[in-house]
């Protein structure tokens, strides 16, 4: 017998608090999910009196881990995932730019160290289905990718205790059903598109959009890991502790003349000599969606980078083929001013339960 994964599901619920499981699913359409409970299984160590071979094993704890692959629907949803990754909720103001359209703002100013927690379950086809419940997670990681053309994809990896305070070690439910396991998804009209979308680096290219054939953006909470976080007492690590906050862009440039390299590598476009000067330029990243909130408004996702550091690969003199090299860029905080994202919708707000 064969089964497939179309069946299965992907789903996060806020927590008000730690070991206290969130109440408010929100479920995802996703490409692939690896995410699932992580055993800390150990061989038992050789003794003096012993033998060879191992003459047993034991389980140190569990933990969760893994992630998800999706395409960001700007419905309503991947908000919360937004506020989950920053560790904040966003400021939305009603009616901007049009009447029915809310843009909801998260501003980070670079000291921000905490993050919330989320119930995570999983449903996972079968003769007999099968839930995962795994609560305190927070979100290590989120990537987004936009092609040359086609979605916007998504890239979100998470750390979770699995277990409460209790240990308690319930799991698993067969044939999951009721509150929490009924999966409700959004539809494709809110799915952003690469050619509805642009990024911008100051003083490159006269402020224009920068021809690219890709961009990635990467946020990363580099947060304390399971060994760290393992205490005496308990099958679970205490907490995942933010110890450092990231974010970097890498895009494909598509090489029309040497002006861009030249401004990085010597400070103008005219430049020729190396300058020790590192050279700075706010980033901006726009999609939109092809269809619409209201009239001809469209949903939106817009991330600003006030100040980011940039550099430049060399070209590539590849045979027949076109011009290319690397944008790569490493955000740093400007006037109390990490990263402004904005996202448009028609959803009144977004305030994480406590």
């Given at each position: 017998?064969?089964?497939?994964?179309?069946?299965?599901?992907?789903?996060?619920?806020p927590?008000?608090?730690?070991?206290?499981?969130?109440?408010?699913?929100?479920?995802?359409?996703?490409?692939?999910?690896?995410?699932?409970?992580?055993?800390?299984?150990?061989?038992f160590?050789?003794?003096?009196?012993?033998?060879?071979?191992?003459?047993?094993?034991?389980?140190?704890?569990?933990?969760?881990?893994?992630g998800?692959?999706?395409?960001?629907?700007l419905l309503?949803?991947?908000?919360w995932?937004?506020?989950?990754?920053?560790g904040?909720?966003?400021?939305?103001?009603?009616?901007?730019?049009?009447?029915?359209?809310?843009?909801?703002?998260?501003?980070?100013?670079?000291?921000?160290?905490?993050?919330?927690?989320?119930?995570?379950?999983?449903?996972?086809?079968?003769?007999?289905?099968?839930?995962?419940?795994?609560?305190?997670?927070?979100?290590?990681?989120?990537?987004?990718?936009?092609?040359?053309?086609?979605?916007?994809?998504?890239?979100?990896?998470?750390?979770?205790?699995?277990f409460?305070n209790?240990?308690?070690?319930?799991?698993f439910?067969e044939?999951?059903?009721?509150?929490g396991?009924t999966?409700?998804?959004e539809?494709?009209?809110?799915?952003?598109?690469?050619?509805?979308?642009y990024?911008?680096v100051a003083?490159?290219?006269g402020?224009?959009?920068?021809?690219?054939?890709?961009?990635?953006?990467?946020?990363?909470?580099?947060?304390?890991t399971?060994?760290?976080?393992m205490?005496?007492?308990?099958?679970?690590?205490?907490?995942?502790t933010?110890?450092?906050?990231?974010?970097?862009?890498?895009?494909?440039?598509?090489?029309?003349?040497?002006?861009?390299y030249?401004?990085?590598?010597?400070?103008?476009?005219?430049?020729?000599?190396?300058?020790?000067?590192?050279?700075?330029?706010?980033?901006?990243?726009?999609?939109k969606?092809?269809?619409?909130?209201?009239?001809?408004?469209?949903?939106?996702?817009?991330?600003?980078?006030?100040k980011?550091?940039?550099?430049i690969?060399?070209?590539?003199?590849?045979?027949?083929?076109?011009?290319?090299?690397?944008?790569?860029?490493?955000?740093?905080?400007?006037?109390?001013?990490?990263?402004?994202?904005?996202?448009?919708?028609?959803?009144?707000?977004?305030v994480?339960?406590?």
């Open positions: 017998m064969s089964v497939t994964s179309l069946a299965g599901a992907f789903g996060f619920a927590q008000i608090a730690k070991a206290t499981a969130g109440t408010n699913w929100y479920w995802y359409n996703v490409f692939n999910c690896d995410y699932g409970p992580i055993i800390d299984e150990r061989p160590p050789q003794e003096v009196g012993g033998q060879i071979t191992p003459t047993g094993a034991y389980r140190a704890g569990a933990y969760a881990a893994g998800i692959d999706f395409t960001p629907r309503d949803d991947v908000g995932l937004m506020s989950w990754l920053l904040e909720d966003p400021v939305t103001t009603p009616n901007n730019p049009v009447s029915g359209v809310n843009k909801h703002t998260w501003t980070l100013d670079g000291t921000e160290n905490t993050l919330d927690w989320g119930t995570v379950h999983l449903i996972i086809p079968g003769s007999t289905t099968l839930g995962i419940t795994s609560l305190d997670n927070k979100v290590a990681m989120m990537r987004l990718m936009l092609p040359q053309t086609g979605l916007i994809s998504g890239r979100l990896e998470m750390v979770g205790r699995l409460d209790n240990d308690n070690d319930d799991i439910a044939s999951p059903a009721g509150a396991w999966p409700s998804f539809d494709f009209t809110s799915v952003p598109i690469s050619s509805k979308g990024f911008t003083g490159l290219n402020g224009a959009a920068l021809p690219v054939t890709n961009v990635g953006l990467d946020f990363v909470n580099g947060t304390t399971p060994a760290q976080e205490i005496i007492g308990s099958l679970s690590p205490d907490d995942f933010p110890i450092a906050k990231t974010i970097t862009v890498r895009a494909t440039y598509k090489w029309p003349n040497p002006d861009v030249q401004t990085i590598v010597a400070g103008t476009a005219a430049g020729l000599k190396f300058t020790p000067v590192i050279f700075t330029g706010q980033a901006v990243i726009d999609v969606s092809p269809g619409y909130i209201t009239g001809t408004t469209p949903w939106e996702l817009k991330f600003t980078l006030p980011v550091v940039w550099q690969t060399n070209p590539r003199l590849m045979g027949a083929n076109i011009l290319m090299t690397d944008l790569i860029g490493t955000a740093i905080v400007a006037s109390n001013n990490f990263v402004v994202v904005d996202m448009y919708n028609a959803i009144s707000s977004y994480w339960p406590t």
